[in-house]
Protein backbone atom coordinates (compact mmCIF):
# COMPACT_ATOMS: atom_id res chain seq x y z
CA UNK A 1 0.00 0.00 0.00
CA UNK A 2 1.29 3.56 -1.18
CA UNK A 3 0.36 6.45 1.16
CA UNK A 4 0.60 9.69 -0.19
CA UNK A 5 0.68 12.90 2.20
CA UNK A 6 -0.58 15.56 2.07
CA UNK A 7 -3.76 14.82 0.48
CA UNK A 8 -3.79 18.22 -0.44
CA UNK A 9 -0.92 21.33 -0.59
CA UNK A 10 -1.51 24.84 -1.19
CA UNK A 11 0.92 27.24 -2.39
CA UNK A 12 1.49 29.91 -4.43
CA UNK A 13 3.80 30.11 -7.66
CA UNK A 14 6.93 30.54 -7.12
CA UNK A 15 7.07 28.35 -3.46
CA UNK A 16 8.37 24.90 -3.72
CA UNK A 17 6.36 21.80 -2.73
CA UNK A 18 7.57 18.74 -1.40
CA UNK A 19 5.44 15.66 -2.00
CA UNK A 20 5.05 12.03 -0.05
CA UNK A 21 4.63 8.48 -0.64
CA UNK A 22 5.15 5.92 2.20
CA UNK A 23 5.10 2.28 1.34
CA UNK A 24 3.81 -0.03 3.94
CA UNK A 25 7.03 -2.64 2.77
CA UNK A 26 10.23 -1.92 1.46
CA UNK A 27 10.05 -0.99 -2.38
CA UNK A 28 13.03 -0.80 -4.70
CA UNK A 29 14.06 2.54 -6.01
CA UNK A 30 13.96 1.09 -9.41
CA UNK A 31 10.16 0.19 -9.24
CA UNK A 32 8.86 3.82 -8.12
CA UNK A 33 7.58 5.96 -10.74
CA UNK A 34 5.11 9.73 -10.17
CA UNK A 35 2.40 10.72 -12.81
CA UNK A 36 1.06 14.35 -13.13
CA UNK A 37 -2.81 14.45 -14.04
CA UNK A 38 -4.37 17.62 -15.12
CA UNK A 39 -8.30 17.85 -15.15
CA UNK A 40 -9.51 15.88 -18.16
CA UNK A 41 -6.25 14.52 -19.39
CA UNK A 42 -4.93 11.11 -18.81
CA UNK A 43 -1.95 10.94 -16.32
CA UNK A 44 1.50 11.88 -17.36
CA UNK A 45 4.62 9.62 -16.23
CA UNK A 46 7.09 12.44 -14.27
CA UNK A 47 9.66 10.58 -13.04
CA UNK A 48 10.91 6.91 -12.86
CA UNK A 49 12.60 4.65 -11.16
CA UNK A 50 12.31 6.81 -8.32
CA UNK A 51 14.44 10.25 -9.71
CA UNK A 52 14.79 9.72 -13.53
CA UNK A 53 12.89 12.61 -15.06
CA UNK A 54 10.96 11.51 -17.87
CA UNK A 55 11.53 13.21 -21.12
CA UNK A 56 10.02 16.68 -21.65
CA UNK A 57 9.96 17.07 -17.57
CA UNK A 58 11.58 20.36 -16.08
CA UNK A 59 14.53 20.21 -13.93
CA UNK A 60 12.71 21.60 -11.63
CA UNK A 61 11.05 18.60 -10.57
CA UNK A 62 13.31 15.69 -8.73
CA UNK A 63 12.47 12.60 -7.17
CA UNK A 64 14.48 11.25 -4.55
CA UNK A 65 13.81 8.65 -1.81
CA UNK A 66 14.31 5.00 -1.13
CA UNK A 67 13.09 1.75 0.74
CA UNK A 68 9.50 3.13 2.13
CA UNK A 69 10.17 6.89 1.60
CA UNK A 70 9.82 8.47 -1.57
CA UNK A 71 9.72 12.18 -2.29
CA UNK A 72 8.73 14.28 -5.18
CA UNK A 73 10.20 17.89 -4.97
CA UNK A 74 9.31 20.57 -7.31
CA UNK A 75 10.87 24.53 -6.95
CA UNK A 76 9.61 27.39 -8.23
CA UNK A 77 6.22 26.03 -8.68
CA UNK A 78 4.97 27.63 -12.04
CA UNK A 79 0.97 28.27 -13.15
CA UNK A 80 1.37 25.08 -14.85
CA UNK A 81 2.29 22.53 -12.05
CA UNK A 82 -1.02 22.48 -10.13
CA UNK A 83 -2.28 19.37 -10.86
CA UNK A 84 -2.94 15.77 -9.19
CA UNK A 85 0.20 13.45 -8.63
CA UNK A 86 0.45 9.98 -7.89
CA UNK A 87 2.74 7.81 -7.19
CA UNK A 88 2.79 4.06 -8.03
CA UNK A 89 5.15 0.86 -7.55
CA UNK A 90 5.34 -0.89 -11.10
CA UNK A 91 8.11 -3.82 -9.86
CA UNK A 92 5.66 -6.86 -9.04
CA UNK A 93 2.21 -6.99 -9.70
CA UNK A 94 -0.24 -5.26 -8.59
CA UNK A 95 0.95 -2.47 -9.69
CA UNK A 96 -0.59 0.14 -7.26
CA UNK A 97 -1.29 3.97 -6.71
CA UNK A 98 -1.01 6.21 -3.82
CA UNK A 99 -4.20 8.05 -3.66
CA UNK A 100 -2.49 11.09 -4.72
CA UNK A 101 -1.61 14.45 -3.74
CA UNK A 102 -3.91 17.63 -5.02
CA UNK A 103 -1.73 20.53 -5.78
CA UNK A 104 -3.72 23.65 -5.41
CA UNK A 105 -3.09 27.58 -6.07
CA UNK A 106 -3.56 29.37 -2.43
CA UNK B 1 4.09 9.05 -32.77
CA UNK B 2 2.95 6.01 -30.58
CA UNK B 3 -0.90 6.43 -29.36
CA UNK B 4 -3.40 3.82 -27.52
CA UNK B 5 -7.22 4.23 -28.67
CA UNK B 6 -9.74 2.45 -26.58
CA UNK B 7 -13.52 1.86 -26.65
CA UNK B 8 -15.91 -0.01 -25.72
CA UNK B 9 -17.17 1.81 -22.82
CA UNK B 10 -20.81 2.24 -22.66
CA UNK B 11 -23.76 2.38 -19.73
CA UNK B 12 -24.30 -0.96 -18.85
CA UNK B 13 -26.83 -2.97 -16.47
CA UNK B 14 -25.50 -4.69 -13.24
CA UNK B 15 -24.79 -7.66 -14.00
CA UNK B 16 -23.81 -7.48 -17.41
CA UNK B 17 -20.65 -7.87 -19.61
CA UNK B 18 -18.96 -5.29 -21.59
CA UNK B 19 -15.09 -5.91 -23.48
CA UNK B 20 -12.85 -2.54 -23.93
CA UNK B 21 -10.51 -2.90 -26.79
CA UNK B 22 -7.28 -0.44 -27.11
CA UNK B 23 -5.48 -0.16 -30.34
CA UNK B 24 -2.14 0.28 -30.24
CA UNK B 25 0.29 2.23 -33.28
CA UNK B 26 3.11 2.92 -33.66
CA UNK B 27 5.20 0.83 -31.30
CA UNK B 28 6.72 -2.32 -31.02
CA UNK B 29 2.88 -3.39 -29.85
CA UNK B 30 3.79 -7.05 -28.46
CA UNK B 31 7.04 -6.66 -26.79
CA UNK B 32 5.59 -4.31 -24.05
CA UNK B 33 3.47 -5.21 -21.14
CA UNK B 34 0.31 -4.00 -21.10
CA UNK B 35 -2.38 -2.74 -18.59
CA UNK B 36 -5.29 -1.02 -17.66
CA UNK B 37 -5.69 1.61 -14.97
CA UNK B 38 -9.34 2.95 -13.95
CA UNK B 39 -10.59 6.04 -12.53
CA UNK B 40 -13.91 6.56 -10.69
CA UNK B 41 -15.53 9.46 -11.27
CA UNK B 42 -13.80 12.26 -8.69
CA UNK B 43 -11.54 9.29 -7.70
CA UNK B 44 -8.12 8.50 -7.83
CA UNK B 45 -6.74 5.87 -10.05
CA UNK B 46 -6.26 2.28 -9.35
CA UNK B 47 -4.48 -0.22 -10.95
CA UNK B 48 -6.70 -3.01 -12.60
CA UNK B 49 -5.02 -5.79 -14.55
CA UNK B 50 -1.40 -5.83 -16.77
CA UNK B 51 -0.64 -8.60 -19.42
CA UNK B 52 3.00 -9.69 -20.53
CA UNK B 53 4.26 -9.09 -23.61
CA UNK B 54 3.66 -12.79 -24.96
CA UNK B 55 0.52 -12.76 -23.37
CA UNK B 56 1.29 -16.08 -21.52
CA UNK B 57 1.03 -14.14 -17.81
CA UNK B 58 -1.74 -12.01 -16.62
CA UNK B 59 -2.51 -9.51 -13.34
CA UNK B 60 -4.86 -8.65 -11.58
CA UNK B 61 -6.64 -6.33 -8.60
CA UNK B 62 -8.58 -7.91 -5.99
CA UNK B 63 -11.18 -5.89 -6.94
CA UNK B 64 -11.35 -7.57 -10.56
CA UNK B 65 -10.33 -10.95 -10.08
CA UNK B 66 -12.23 -13.58 -11.43
CA UNK B 67 -14.68 -11.37 -13.30
CA UNK B 68 -12.76 -9.32 -15.60
CA UNK B 69 -10.02 -11.32 -18.28
CA UNK B 70 -7.17 -9.41 -19.83
CA UNK B 71 -6.22 -10.79 -23.31
CA UNK B 72 -4.10 -9.25 -25.88
CA UNK B 73 -3.47 -10.18 -30.05
CA UNK B 74 -0.30 -8.77 -31.05
CA UNK B 75 -0.87 -9.70 -34.50
CA UNK B 76 -3.59 -6.61 -34.45
CA UNK B 77 -1.60 -4.57 -31.77
CA UNK B 78 -4.73 -5.11 -29.57
CA UNK B 79 -5.37 -5.29 -26.17
CA UNK B 80 -8.55 -6.37 -24.32
CA UNK B 81 -10.39 -6.00 -21.06
CA UNK B 82 -13.37 -8.77 -20.96
CA UNK B 83 -15.92 -7.44 -17.82
CA UNK B 84 -17.92 -10.21 -16.26
CA UNK B 85 -20.46 -9.38 -13.55
CA UNK B 86 -20.31 -5.79 -13.44
CA UNK B 87 -21.47 -3.80 -10.42
CA UNK B 88 -22.18 -0.06 -10.00
CA UNK B 89 -18.23 0.51 -8.09
CA UNK B 90 -16.87 -0.32 -11.58
CA UNK B 91 -18.21 2.46 -13.28
CA UNK B 92 -14.79 4.68 -14.33
CA UNK B 93 -12.83 6.30 -16.79
CA UNK B 94 -10.98 3.16 -18.23
CA UNK B 95 -7.32 3.88 -19.25
CA UNK B 96 -5.33 1.15 -21.46
CA UNK B 97 -1.64 2.03 -20.58
CA UNK B 98 1.85 0.43 -21.82
CA UNK B 99 4.89 -0.10 -19.04
CA UNK B 100 7.96 0.48 -20.50
CA UNK B 101 10.31 -1.72 -18.63
CA UNK B 102 11.83 -0.38 -15.76
CA UNK B 103 10.35 3.32 -16.84
CA UNK B 104 7.33 2.56 -15.73
CA UNK B 105 3.83 3.50 -17.63
CA UNK B 106 4.88 5.85 -19.98
CA UNK B 107 1.91 6.15 -22.57
CA UNK B 108 -1.70 6.41 -21.67
CA UNK B 109 -4.89 6.63 -23.80
CA UNK B 110 -7.57 9.00 -23.73
CA UNK B 111 -9.91 6.53 -21.93
CA UNK B 112 -13.22 5.07 -22.28
CA UNK B 113 -16.15 5.43 -19.78
CA UNK B 114 -17.63 2.52 -18.49
CA UNK B 115 -21.22 3.31 -16.38
CA UNK B 116 -22.72 0.59 -14.77
CA UNK B 117 -26.15 1.46 -13.52
CA UNK B 118 -30.05 0.02 -14.04
Known amino acids: VLTQSPGTLYLSPGEGATLSCRAS???????IAWYQQKPGQAPRLLMS???TRAAGVPDRFTGSGSETEYTLTITRLEPEDFAMYYCQQYGSAPHSFGQGTQLEIK | EERLLESGGTLVQPGGSLRLSCAAS????????MSWVRQAPGKGLEWVSAISANGANTYYADSVKGRFTISRDNALHTLYLQMNSLRAEDTALYYCTKKRGFIGYDLWGRGTLVTVSS
Open chain 1, 49 to 51: AAS
Open chain 1, 25 to 31: QRISSTD
Open chain 2, 26 to 33: EFSFSTYV
